[in-house]
C-alpha cells in the first residue's frame, strides 16, 4: 500500500446553476472528503491507496462507498454506523473564486469514529499516512483516532503528510484549533500548508517565515501553497525554491484543489523525483482540479496529466 489516509467524506450537493444557495432548485450529487480526494488523486495516478472512514447505514454511504471503491481505492477498513448519517454538504457556487460551502454534518457517522476501531494492520503495510485537520475537529473521539494512528505509523516508521486544512466552521474555538493544528504539524514529516492557514498559525509573516515557522516545529519537508503563483518548499537537502504553478483559463470550482496538489507531490515522492518536481506535479494536479466542477472530477489519469504538464492539449 502506498498511502492510507483517514477522514470524513460527505455527499455534497452543487447547484445546477451559479448564484446565492436560496434560490438553488436543482443539484448535482457528488461525494466529496479531503481525504478520498487525495486517495481517488493517487489511485488515477496509478499508485494504491486506502481510505479509513465511517458511513452511515443509509444510501449515501452505500453510494459513497461503491464510489470509491469503484475510483480503485482500498475502503476494506470503513466501518458503517447504524445510528449516525452520513454527512451532507452543499457547494454554493456565488461568482468566479468565490465558492462557499454549508455542511449538515454534526453527529454524523465518521464524527463518531474512535481508536478502537483502528488496528496496526491498517496502517502497516503503507508507506505514508496521510492525515488532515479536519478529523481532529470532528471531535474528541476523531482525536483519539487520530492520535493512534499516528503513533502507529511512529513505531512502524512510515511518514507522516499532513495538510492543516483549517476549517473554522467545525472548530468550537480558535485558540483549540491553533493548539491541536500546531500540534499534528509538529508530528509530521512533510507539512502541505496553504497561507492564510500558515497565518492563522503564526501570524502575518512572510513565505519564507511561514516555512521556517513550521522547521522549528520539528517539520522536515514543507511545502507551503500560493495559489494559482504555485507553492515554496523548502526541506534539508532543497533550499527554499519557488515552484511556480499552472495557468488556468478559468476557475470552475477551487475546491478540492489542495487535495489535488497533496496527492500529485505524494504521487511524485513515490516515483522517487526530487522535491521540486514533486512539487510541480502538485501545483498541476491542483490547477486541473479546479478546471472542472466537483472535487475529484477534475483529477487527471497519468496521460493527462503529462499532456498538460507539457502544455499539450488534444
Ligand atoms: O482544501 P480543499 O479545498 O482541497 O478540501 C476540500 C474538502 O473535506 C471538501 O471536499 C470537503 O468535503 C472537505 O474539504 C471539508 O471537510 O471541508
Ligand atoms: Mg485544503
Not at 69 to 95: C, H, I, M, Q
Not at 156 to 185: C, Q, S
Not at 225 to 235: Q, T, V, Y
Not at 270 to 296: C, Q, Y
Request: charged share 25%.
Amino acid at each position: 500500500m502506498d498511502v492510507v489516509t483517514i477522514g470524513e467524506t460527505m455527499t455534497v450537493f452543487t447547484p445546477n446553476e451559479e448564484g446565492p444557495l436560496r434560490h438553488a432548485r436543482s443539484f448535482s450529487m457528488k461525494f466529496a472528503g479531503a481525504e478520498s480526494n487525495v486517495a481517488i488523486g493517487l489511485s488515477r495516478l496509478g499508485h494504491s491507496s486506502r481510505w479509513i472512514s465511517r458511513l452511515g447505514e443509509d444510501e449515501f454511504g452505500d453510494a459513497m462507498q461503491s464510489f470509491i471503491r469503484g475510483e480503485g481505492v482500498d475502503v476494506s477498513y470503513v466501518t458503517r454506523d447504524p445510528e449516525a448519517p452520513t454527512g451532507v454538504f452543499f457547494k454554493e457556487l456565488r461568482r468566479l473564486n468565490d465558492t462557499r460551502v454549508y455542511y449538515y454534518r454534526k453527529d454524523s457517522a465518521a464524527s463518531k469514529m474512535t481508536a478502537e476501531l483502528l488496528t496496526d494492520l491498517a496502517i502497516q503495510d503503507a508507506a505514508y499516512l496521510h492525515i488532515t485537520g479536519i478529523t481532529p475537529a470532528l471531535g474528541n473521539s476523531c482525536q483519539s483516532l487520530l492520535d493512534k494512528a499516528v503513533r502507529i505509523a511512529k513505531e512502524n516508521g512510515k511518514k507522516i503528510v499532513f495538510d492543516p486544512n483549517i476549517r473554522l466552521k467545525i472548530w468550537g474555538d480558535e485558540t483549540e484549533a491553533r493548539h491541536i493544528i500546531t500540534k499534528y504539524a509538529s508530528k509530521s514529516d512533510i507539512v502541505m500548508p496553504g497561507v492564510a492557514e500558515a497565518e492563522f498559525l503564526f501570524g502575518s509573516h512572510t513565505p519564507e517565515e511561514f516555512v521556517d515557522h513550521f522547521h522549528e516545529l520539528g517539520v522536515e519537508t514543507v511545502l507551503l501553497k500560493l495559489g494559482k503563483e504555485g507553492c515554496l518548499i523548502s526541506a534539508p537537502s532543497v533550499r527554499k525554491t519557488y515552484v511556480p504553478g499552472f495557468f488556468v483559463d478559468r476557475v470552475v470550482d477551487p475546491i478540492g484543489a489542495g487535495d489535488a496538489f497533496a496527492s500529485g507531490v505524494l504521487s511524485g515522492m513515490l516515483d522517487g523525483l526530487p522535491l521540486a518536481e514533486a512539487a510541480r506535479r502538485g501545483n498541476a494536479m491542483g490547477a486541473m482540479a479546479t478546471m472542472v466542477n466537483g472535487d475529484v472530477e477534475g483529477l487527471p489519469i497519468r496521460a493527462d496529466l503529462n499532456l498538460f504538464m507539457n502544455g499539450g492539449t488534444e
